[in-house]
Protein backbone atom coordinates (compact mmCIF):
# COMPACT_ATOMS: atom_id res chain seq x y z
CA UNK A 1 0.00 0.00 0.00
CA UNK A 2 1.55 3.46 -0.90
CA UNK A 3 1.43 5.76 2.19
CA UNK A 4 0.80 9.22 2.16
CA UNK A 5 3.23 11.73 1.12
CA UNK A 6 3.23 14.92 3.90
CA UNK A 7 4.75 18.33 1.45
CA UNK A 8 4.05 20.66 4.52
CA UNK A 9 6.51 21.62 7.63
CA UNK A 10 6.94 19.17 9.78
CA UNK A 11 5.74 20.79 13.35
CA UNK A 12 7.42 18.64 15.64
CA UNK A 13 10.80 18.31 14.30
CA UNK A 14 11.43 21.48 13.48
CA UNK A 15 10.10 22.83 16.84
CA UNK A 16 12.90 20.08 18.33
CA UNK A 17 15.57 20.95 15.99
CA UNK A 18 15.45 25.13 16.44
CA UNK A 19 14.56 24.62 20.49
CA UNK A 20 17.25 22.68 21.36
CA UNK A 21 19.46 24.54 19.07
CA UNK A 22 18.23 27.79 20.64
CA UNK A 23 18.81 26.17 24.56
CA UNK A 24 22.27 25.21 23.73
CA UNK A 25 23.47 28.80 22.92
CA UNK A 26 21.23 30.44 25.79
CA UNK A 27 20.43 28.56 28.04
CA UNK A 28 23.54 26.04 28.66
CA UNK A 29 25.97 28.70 28.78
CA UNK A 30 23.42 30.90 30.95
CA UNK A 31 23.86 27.56 33.87
CA UNK A 32 27.55 27.22 33.09
CA UNK A 33 27.87 31.21 33.80
CA UNK A 34 25.78 30.47 36.92
CA UNK A 35 26.33 26.79 38.21
CA UNK A 36 29.75 26.28 36.90
CA UNK A 37 30.93 22.87 35.43
CA UNK A 38 32.68 20.06 37.05
CA UNK A 39 33.84 16.57 36.15
CA UNK A 40 30.59 14.78 36.61
CA UNK A 41 28.88 17.35 34.28
CA UNK A 42 31.49 16.74 31.95
CA UNK A 43 31.99 12.81 32.19
CA UNK A 44 28.30 12.02 31.64
CA UNK A 45 28.31 14.45 28.44
CA UNK A 46 31.08 12.87 26.74
CA UNK A 47 29.76 9.42 27.72
CA UNK A 48 26.98 9.96 26.05
CA UNK A 49 27.69 11.59 23.40
CA UNK A 50 30.35 8.97 22.53
CA UNK A 51 27.30 6.26 23.69
CA UNK A 52 24.56 8.10 21.24
CA UNK A 53 27.01 8.60 18.50
CA UNK A 54 28.45 5.12 18.15
CA UNK A 55 24.76 3.92 18.40
CA UNK A 56 24.23 5.61 15.30
CA UNK A 57 27.46 5.24 13.14
CA UNK A 58 28.06 1.64 14.28
CA UNK A 59 24.49 0.54 15.03
CA UNK A 60 21.38 2.43 12.80
CA UNK A 61 24.38 2.50 9.97
CA UNK A 62 26.57 0.02 9.30
CA UNK A 63 24.87 -2.76 11.10
CA UNK A 64 21.08 -1.87 10.67
CA UNK A 65 21.25 -0.33 7.68
CA UNK A 66 24.33 -2.30 5.95
CA UNK A 67 24.62 -5.09 7.30
CA UNK A 68 28.01 -4.87 7.58
CA UNK A 69 28.77 -7.32 9.76
CA UNK A 70 26.60 -9.50 12.58
CA UNK A 71 26.15 -8.60 15.86
CA UNK A 72 25.14 -10.53 19.27
CA UNK A 73 21.96 -9.03 20.90
CA UNK A 74 23.74 -7.14 23.79
CA UNK A 75 25.10 -5.01 20.98
CA UNK A 76 21.82 -4.63 18.86
CA UNK A 77 20.00 -3.75 22.22
CA UNK A 78 22.26 -0.95 23.76
CA UNK A 79 22.54 0.58 19.45
CA UNK A 80 18.53 0.66 19.55
CA UNK A 81 18.39 1.70 22.98
CA UNK A 82 21.25 5.08 22.69
CA UNK A 83 20.13 5.42 19.20
CA UNK A 84 16.90 6.25 20.53
CA UNK A 85 18.09 8.47 22.53
CA UNK A 86 20.06 10.44 19.94
CA UNK A 87 16.51 11.76 18.19
CA UNK A 88 16.95 10.48 15.06
CA UNK A 89 13.60 8.17 14.69
CA UNK A 90 13.20 4.61 14.92
CA UNK A 91 16.36 2.47 13.47
CA UNK A 92 13.55 0.92 11.16
CA UNK A 93 12.88 5.03 9.74
CA UNK A 94 16.79 5.49 9.78
CA UNK A 95 17.59 2.72 7.82
CA UNK A 96 14.20 2.82 5.60
CA UNK A 97 15.56 6.81 4.81
CA UNK A 98 19.24 5.81 4.32
CA UNK A 99 19.07 2.46 2.19
CA UNK A 100 16.48 5.18 -0.42
CA UNK A 101 19.50 7.60 0.20
CA UNK A 102 22.26 4.83 -1.20
CA UNK A 103 19.81 3.83 -3.67
CA UNK A 104 18.59 7.18 -5.61
CA UNK A 105 21.89 9.29 -3.92
CA UNK A 106 21.56 12.67 -5.85
CA UNK A 107 18.57 11.74 -7.26
CA UNK A 108 15.11 12.84 -6.47
CA UNK A 109 13.82 10.28 -4.50
CA UNK A 110 17.24 10.42 -2.05
CA UNK A 111 15.87 11.97 1.11
CA UNK A 112 18.68 14.38 1.53
CA UNK A 113 19.63 14.34 -1.91
CA UNK A 114 22.49 17.23 -2.08
CA UNK A 115 21.56 18.43 -5.47
CA UNK A 116 18.74 20.47 -3.46
CA UNK A 117 21.15 22.41 -1.58
CA UNK A 118 23.11 22.54 1.48
CA UNK A 119 20.07 23.34 3.70
CA UNK A 120 18.01 20.64 2.85
CA UNK A 121 20.71 17.59 2.90
CA UNK A 122 22.07 18.98 6.48
CA UNK A 123 18.61 19.51 8.18
CA UNK A 124 15.94 20.61 5.80
CA UNK A 125 14.32 17.56 4.45
CA UNK A 126 13.68 16.49 8.70
CA UNK A 127 11.88 19.82 8.81
CA UNK A 128 10.13 20.16 5.40
CA UNK A 129 10.12 16.35 4.55
CA UNK A 130 8.22 15.41 1.25
CA UNK A 131 8.88 11.42 1.54
CA UNK A 132 6.55 8.83 2.81
CA UNK A 133 7.48 8.23 6.81
CA UNK A 134 8.69 4.64 6.54
CA UNK A 135 9.45 3.06 3.11
CA UNK A 136 8.35 -0.73 4.84
CA UNK A 137 10.11 -2.71 0.66
CA UNK A 138 13.33 -1.85 1.90
CA UNK A 139 13.26 -2.93 5.29
CA UNK A 140 11.60 -5.85 4.81
CA UNK A 141 14.65 -7.80 6.60
CA UNK A 142 14.80 -5.35 9.79
CA UNK A 143 11.23 -6.05 10.66
CA UNK A 144 11.87 -9.83 11.12
CA UNK A 145 13.65 -8.61 14.13
CA UNK A 146 11.90 -8.12 16.91
CA UNK A 147 14.53 -6.06 19.04
CA UNK A 148 14.03 -3.12 15.71
CA UNK A 149 10.38 -3.74 16.03
CA UNK A 150 10.27 -3.27 19.89
CA UNK A 151 12.02 -0.19 19.49
CA UNK A 152 9.95 1.49 16.58
CA UNK A 153 7.38 0.79 18.67
CA UNK A 154 8.51 2.66 21.70
CA UNK A 155 10.40 4.91 20.15
CA UNK A 156 9.11 8.15 22.00
CA UNK A 157 9.15 6.39 25.46
CA UNK A 158 12.73 5.67 25.20
CA UNK A 159 14.20 8.53 23.64
CA UNK A 160 12.73 10.60 26.44
CA UNK A 161 13.81 7.98 29.03
CA UNK A 162 17.36 7.45 28.24
CA UNK A 163 17.74 10.56 26.24
CA UNK A 164 16.90 13.64 29.05
CA UNK A 165 15.09 11.91 32.14
CA UNK A 166 18.61 9.58 32.68
CA UNK A 167 20.97 12.49 32.26
CA UNK A 168 18.59 14.42 34.74
CA UNK A 169 18.30 11.65 37.18
CA UNK A 170 21.97 10.96 37.18
CA UNK A 171 22.79 14.89 37.70
CA UNK A 172 20.04 14.97 40.71
CA UNK A 173 21.63 11.93 42.47
CA UNK A 174 25.07 13.60 41.93
CA UNK A 175 24.20 17.50 43.15
CA UNK A 176 20.30 17.58 43.92
CA UNK A 177 18.23 19.86 41.56
CA UNK A 178 21.42 22.08 40.16
CA UNK A 179 22.35 18.76 39.05
CA UNK A 180 19.40 17.46 37.68
CA UNK A 181 19.07 20.68 35.46
CA UNK A 182 22.95 20.48 34.16
CA UNK A 183 22.05 16.86 33.60
CA UNK A 184 18.84 18.10 31.49
CA UNK A 185 20.51 20.67 30.11
CA UNK A 186 24.37 19.72 28.94
CA UNK A 187 23.61 15.60 28.58
CA UNK A 188 20.36 16.01 27.32
CA UNK A 189 19.89 19.30 25.36
CA UNK A 190 23.59 20.18 23.99
CA UNK A 191 24.57 16.63 23.60
CA UNK A 192 21.16 16.30 21.41
CA UNK A 193 22.38 19.20 19.50
CA UNK A 194 25.64 18.17 18.78
CA UNK A 195 24.98 14.11 18.08
CA UNK A 196 21.95 15.91 15.64
CA UNK A 197 24.83 17.83 13.75
CA UNK A 198 27.30 15.33 13.85
CA UNK A 199 25.26 12.84 11.39
CA UNK A 200 23.63 15.80 9.34
CA UNK A 201 27.34 16.96 8.29
CA UNK A 202 27.92 13.64 6.77
CA UNK A 203 24.64 14.06 4.84
CA UNK A 204 25.61 17.74 3.59
CA UNK A 205 29.71 18.23 4.24
CA UNK A 206 30.32 14.97 2.92
CA UNK A 207 28.40 15.28 0.02
CA UNK A 208 30.10 18.35 -0.81
CA UNK A 209 34.15 18.82 0.78
CA UNK A 210 36.94 16.24 0.22
CA UNK A 211 38.19 14.11 -2.50
CA UNK A 212 36.77 11.33 -4.51
CA UNK A 213 39.36 8.63 -4.80
CA UNK A 214 37.38 5.66 -5.84
CA UNK A 215 34.40 7.30 -7.53
CA UNK A 216 32.83 10.16 -9.12
CA UNK A 217 29.64 8.48 -10.20
CA UNK A 218 28.20 10.32 -6.98
CA UNK A 219 28.39 13.60 -5.11
CA UNK A 220 30.02 12.04 -1.81
CA UNK A 221 33.53 12.52 -0.50
CA UNK A 222 36.63 11.74 1.66
CA UNK A 223 37.74 13.81 4.42
CA UNK A 224 39.85 13.54 7.12
CA UNK A 225 38.94 16.32 9.32
CA UNK A 226 35.40 15.23 8.62
CA UNK A 227 36.34 11.69 10.38
CA UNK A 228 37.77 13.37 13.16
CA UNK A 229 33.73 14.76 14.20
CA UNK A 230 31.80 12.09 12.81
CA UNK A 231 33.80 9.00 14.03
CA UNK A 232 34.89 7.68 11.08
CA UNK A 233 32.05 8.69 8.87
CA UNK A 234 34.07 11.13 7.03
CA UNK A 235 35.40 8.82 3.83
CA UNK A 236 32.24 8.69 2.55
CA UNK A 237 33.02 8.71 -1.15
CA UNK A 238 34.80 4.91 -0.02
CA UNK A 239 31.59 4.11 1.40
CA UNK A 240 29.11 4.97 -1.15
CA UNK A 241 31.29 2.60 -3.45
CA UNK A 242 31.84 -0.01 -0.81
CA UNK A 243 29.00 0.19 1.21
CA UNK A 244 28.89 -3.58 2.49
CA UNK A 245 32.30 -3.10 3.91
CA UNK A 246 32.10 -2.26 8.05
CA UNK A 247 34.99 0.09 7.74
CA UNK A 248 34.92 3.76 6.27
CA UNK A 249 38.28 4.64 7.01
CA UNK A 250 39.87 1.70 4.88
CA UNK A 251 43.43 2.56 5.27
CA UNK A 252 45.10 1.59 8.33
CA UNK A 253 46.04 5.55 9.27
CA UNK A 254 42.51 6.57 8.71
CA UNK A 255 40.83 7.58 12.00
CA UNK A 256 37.80 5.30 12.22
CA UNK A 257 36.33 4.65 15.91
CA UNK A 258 33.48 2.79 14.46
CA UNK A 259 35.92 0.31 12.57
CA UNK A 260 38.28 0.03 15.47
CA UNK A 261 34.65 -0.44 17.84
CA UNK A 262 33.16 -3.16 15.80
CA UNK A 263 36.84 -4.86 15.73
CA UNK A 264 37.01 -4.57 19.24
CA UNK A 265 33.69 -6.15 19.60
CA UNK A 266 34.62 -8.97 17.73
CA UNK A 267 37.80 -9.67 19.59
CA UNK A 268 35.40 -10.44 22.65
CA UNK A 269 33.01 -11.85 20.66
CA UNK A 270 29.72 -9.55 20.78
CA UNK A 271 30.56 -9.44 16.79
CA UNK A 272 31.33 -11.69 13.88
CA UNK A 273 31.15 -11.91 9.71
CA UNK A 274 32.79 -8.57 9.44
CA UNK A 275 32.32 -7.81 5.68
CA UNK A 276 35.36 -6.66 4.36
CA UNK A 277 35.45 -5.85 0.02
CA UNK A 278 39.01 -7.47 -1.16
CA UNK A 279 41.92 -5.05 -1.25
CA UNK A 280 42.86 -6.02 -5.37
CA UNK A 281 39.15 -4.30 -5.95
CA UNK A 282 39.30 -1.39 -4.06
CA UNK A 283 43.31 -0.67 -5.73
CA UNK A 284 41.40 -1.32 -8.94
CA UNK A 285 39.04 1.48 -7.87
CA UNK A 286 41.68 3.99 -7.17
CA UNK A 287 43.88 3.22 -10.17
CA UNK A 288 41.21 3.65 -12.50
CA UNK A 289 39.94 7.17 -10.78
CA UNK A 290 43.64 8.14 -11.55
CA UNK A 291 43.62 7.02 -14.84
CA UNK A 292 40.12 8.72 -15.62
CA UNK A 293 41.56 12.25 -13.73
CA UNK A 294 44.52 12.29 -15.56
CA UNK A 295 42.54 11.52 -19.07
CA UNK A 296 40.24 14.18 -17.95
CA UNK A 297 42.92 16.76 -17.51
CA UNK A 298 44.41 15.89 -20.80
CA UNK A 299 41.41 16.09 -22.83
CA UNK A 300 40.41 19.49 -20.62
CA UNK A 301 43.14 21.32 -21.72
CA UNK A 302 43.60 19.57 -25.14
CA UNK A 303 47.42 18.90 -24.48
CA UNK A 304 49.84 16.44 -26.37
CA UNK A 305 52.09 14.93 -23.34
CA UNK A 306 55.68 13.64 -24.85
CA UNK A 307 55.59 10.13 -26.34
CA UNK A 308 58.00 9.20 -23.84
CA UNK A 309 56.07 9.81 -20.77
CA UNK A 310 53.25 8.68 -22.23
CA UNK A 311 54.98 5.46 -22.84
CA UNK A 312 56.60 5.42 -18.67
CA UNK A 313 52.49 5.90 -17.73
CA UNK A 314 51.78 3.04 -19.75
CA UNK A 315 54.45 0.89 -18.70
CA UNK A 316 53.89 1.66 -14.81
CA UNK A 317 50.19 1.31 -15.91
CA UNK A 318 50.29 -2.25 -17.49
CA UNK A 319 52.67 -3.70 -14.73
CA UNK A 320 50.32 -2.70 -11.89
CA UNK A 321 47.58 -4.56 -13.57
CA UNK A 322 49.64 -7.49 -14.28
CA UNK A 323 51.29 -7.70 -10.69
CA UNK A 324 47.15 -7.25 -9.08
CA UNK A 325 45.85 -10.23 -11.04
CA UNK A 326 48.82 -11.92 -10.42
CA UNK A 327 48.36 -11.23 -6.54
CA UNK A 328 44.63 -12.25 -6.85
CA UNK A 329 45.16 -15.20 -8.56
CA UNK A 330 47.05 -17.04 -5.85
CA UNK A 331 45.08 -15.61 -3.08
CA UNK A 332 42.26 -17.18 -4.76
CA UNK A 333 43.95 -20.11 -5.02
CA UNK A 334 44.78 -20.29 -1.54
CA UNK A 335 41.22 -19.84 -0.27
CA UNK A 336 40.10 -22.88 -2.87
CA UNK A 337 42.85 -25.12 -1.30
CA UNK A 338 42.27 -23.92 2.44
CA UNK A 339 38.89 -24.72 1.62
CA UNK A 340 39.24 -28.24 0.51
CA UNK A 341 41.48 -29.39 3.81
CA UNK A 342 42.93 -32.69 2.10
CA UNK A 343 46.16 -34.25 4.25
CA UNK A 344 48.67 -31.96 1.30
CA UNK A 345 46.39 -28.76 2.13
CA UNK A 346 48.99 -27.77 4.56
CA UNK A 347 52.56 -27.79 2.70
CA UNK A 348 50.41 -26.29 -0.44
CA UNK A 349 49.24 -23.44 1.40
CA UNK A 350 52.56 -22.68 3.29
CA UNK A 351 53.76 -22.50 -0.43
CA UNK A 352 51.12 -20.38 -1.09
CA UNK A 353 51.62 -18.05 1.48
CA UNK A 354 55.53 -17.43 0.36
CA UNK A 355 53.80 -16.65 -3.39
CA UNK A 356 51.31 -13.95 -1.86
CA UNK A 357 54.07 -12.64 0.00
CA UNK A 358 56.21 -12.35 -3.30
CA UNK A 359 53.63 -11.30 -5.23
CA UNK A 360 52.25 -8.47 -2.98
CA UNK A 361 56.01 -7.42 -2.73
CA UNK A 362 55.91 -7.18 -6.11
CA UNK A 363 52.83 -5.19 -6.59
CA UNK A 364 53.84 -2.60 -3.86
CA UNK A 365 57.24 -2.15 -5.70
CA UNK A 366 54.93 -1.61 -9.33
CA UNK A 367 52.49 0.60 -7.57
CA UNK A 368 55.20 2.89 -6.51
CA UNK A 369 56.92 3.35 -10.04
CA UNK A 370 53.05 3.69 -10.98
CA UNK A 371 52.77 6.64 -8.37
CA UNK A 372 56.06 8.15 -10.03
CA UNK A 373 54.91 8.26 -13.10
CA UNK A 374 51.45 9.73 -11.53
CA UNK A 375 53.25 12.59 -10.50
CA UNK A 376 55.49 12.98 -13.10
CA UNK A 377 52.87 12.84 -15.87
CA UNK A 378 50.87 15.51 -13.58
CA UNK A 379 53.61 17.88 -13.23
CA UNK A 380 54.32 17.62 -17.04
CA UNK A 381 50.51 18.85 -17.36
CA UNK A 382 51.00 21.61 -15.02
CA UNK A 383 53.77 23.11 -17.14
CA UNK A 384 52.18 22.65 -20.40
CA UNK A 385 48.57 24.11 -18.94
CA UNK A 386 50.84 27.53 -17.47
CA UNK A 387 53.01 27.60 -21.19
CA UNK A 388 49.45 27.55 -22.81
CA UNK A 389 47.98 30.23 -20.72
ZN1 LIG B 1 25.52 4.38 4.36
ZN1 LIG C 1 25.85 9.76 1.57
Not at 177 to 193: D, K, P, T
Not at 288 to 301: F, G, L, M, P, V
Request: charged fraction near 20%; proline fraction near 3%.
Amino acid sequence: MTQPVARTIRLTNSLFLTGTALLTFTAVPAYIWTFGIDWFQISLFVSLFIATGLSITLGYHRLFSHLSFKASWPVRLSSLVFGAASFENSALCWCSDHRNHHKHVDHDKDPYNIKKGFFHAHMGWIMFKDQPELDPDNTKDLAQDPLVMWQHRNYVMIAIAVGFALPTLLGFLWNGWIGALGGFLISGVARIFAVHHMTFCINSLCHCVGRQPYSTKCSARDSDLMALFTFGEGYHNFHHEFQSDYRNGVKAWHFDPTKWAIWLLNKIGLTHDLRRIPEERILRAEISEHQRAITTRINKHSLEIPESLQQLWQTAHDRVQESLANWEEHKKQYAIIAKRQVAESGRKLEELRARISDANFQLQWAMQEWRNAQREIHLQLSQLVSAGA
